[in-house]
């Protein structure tokens, strides 16, 4: 049996198999056009060129686990 699974219905582990199956493709499909791919390693934000070569182009915050599901806004 087949299981629909979109962006608001599924398991949160059906939708994040989807979300990385499009970004691996997306991912292959840059590096075959000779594009470079940015990326986050740690806190650091990477470019990674056709070549092989990576630049650190800017930091980023470590993650936030988000132990509440209400997050106010300010």
């Given at each position: 049996?087949r299981?629909r699974v979109?962006?608001?219905k599924?398991?949160?582990?059906?939708?994040?198999?989807?979300?990385s199956?499009?970004g691996?493709?997306a991912i292959?499909r840059?590096?075959?056009?000779?594009?470079?791919?940015t990326?986050?390693?740690?806190?650091d934000?990477?470019?990674?060129?056709?070549d092989?070569?990576?630049?650190?182009i800017?930091h980023?915050?470590?993650d936030?686990?988000?132990?509440k599901?209400?997050?106010?806004?300010k």
């Amino acid at each position: 049996m087949r299981i629909r699974v979109t962006e608001t219905k599924g398991t949160q582990a059906q939708r994040q198999a989807i979300y990385s199956a499009c970004g691996e493709l997306a991912i292959r499909r840059a590096r075959k056009l000779g594009l470079p791919v940015t990326f986050v390693r740690g806190t650091d934000i990477v470019k990674e060129f056709a070549d092989g070569t990576e630049e650190v182009i800017g930091h980023t915050e470590p993650d936030v686990k988000v132990v509440k599901r209400i997050i106010k806004l300010k």
